[in-house]
């Protein structure tokens, strides 16, 4: 959930709030390794993390 004084990072609305907080550090902290194979991977991890919470059935799974 958005709300004006405390938006969430782009693609994170259907990650719970408990998670929000390490979906915005997280890349952070992988940017500055500047690995680009780790940037990746972590960027299609939390993608595709994002797509269950989305996905009732998924996330029943």
Do not use: C, K, N
């Not at 990650?15 to 997280?26: I, L, W």
């Not at 690995?35 to 595709?48: G, M, N, V, Y």
């Amino acid at each position: 959930m958005t709300t004006p004084d405390r938006p969430q990072p782009a693609g994170s609305g259907s990650v719970p709030e408990t998670d929000v907080h390490a979906f915005a550090v997280e890349p952070i902290d992988t940017l500055r390794t500047a690995d680009h194979a780790a940037i990746t991977q972590l960027l299609t991890a939390w993608q595709h993390t994002a797509e269950v919470y989305s996905d009732p059935v998924l996330l029943a799974a």
